[in-house]
Each structure stands twice: as C-alpha cells, then as structure tokens.
Nanobody, 116 residues
Framework: QVRLVESGGGLVQAGGSLRLSCAGS????????MGWYRQAPGKQRELVAI???????HYGDSVKGRFTISRDNAKYTVYLQMNTLSPGDTAVYLC??????????WGQGTQDTVSS
C-alpha cells in the first residue's frame, strides 16, 4: 500500500509564493508519475502539474509560467513551487501518484489560500 503525505502551503498574499511537498511511503517502488491537482469550492478538480518518473513535466494551462513541479526519486517526493499567486489559486491541493496497473493514490489534501 502507498501513502502520500503533503506538507507546505497555507495562507499567502496575492503575488506571493508557496511550496508544497508530497512524500510517498509504503510500497513506493510501484510509483511512476506524480503530480498535483486542485479543487476549489463549487468547481471541478483540475490538473495543476504532473511529472513522469524520468522528470518530464506537464502543466495545466492556468499555472504555466508560474508553477514549477519537480521530484526527488530517491525520496519518492514531489514538489510544487508556486509563484505569483492570485486569489484564483485558492483551493485544496491534492497530491497524486500513478501506480501503473494498480491504479493511483491520493493524498489527503492541503488548503492553500491566497488573499487579495
């Protein structure tokens, strides 16, 4: 079983930055792609960024040029550096890991709030 634990985030003013971390534990050898999604109240869950096991990133359109995803394969940890934040970025951010044929796993989520 794989478990994801998120850390970082919180409250920041518009224009500021936050950094999220997500560490995998358990049967981590099955982890391939890792990434971040977010869900704001009343909105559908949307992709923020994902990164393959080889380090290839993919970003959602709304965060391109502002957010950077990276990973440390030795630690099975994925990071999300979020810059130039706006109130529209306020959401619960959820870590996700692909497990190949075993499906995927989600973290518990971390609330990030950007004040105007």
């Amino acid at each position: 079983q794989v478990r994801l634990v998120e850390s970082g985030g919180g409250l920041v003013q518009a224009g500021g930055s936050l950094r999220l971390s997500c560490a995998g534990s358990g049967s981590i050898a099955s982890i391939n792609a890792m990434g971040w999604y977010r869900q704001a109240p009343g909105k559908q869950r949307e992709l923020v960024a994902i990164i393959s096991s080889s380090g290839m990133p993919h970003y959602g359109d709304s965060v391109k040029g502002r957010f950077t995803i990276s990973r440390d394969n030795a630690k099975y940890t994925v990071y999300l550096q979020m810059n130039t934040l706006s109130p529209g970025d306020t959401a619960v951010y959820l870590c996700n890991a692909g497990l190949g044929h075993r499906g995927q796993v989600w973290g518990q989520g971390t609330q990030d709030t950007v004040s105007s």
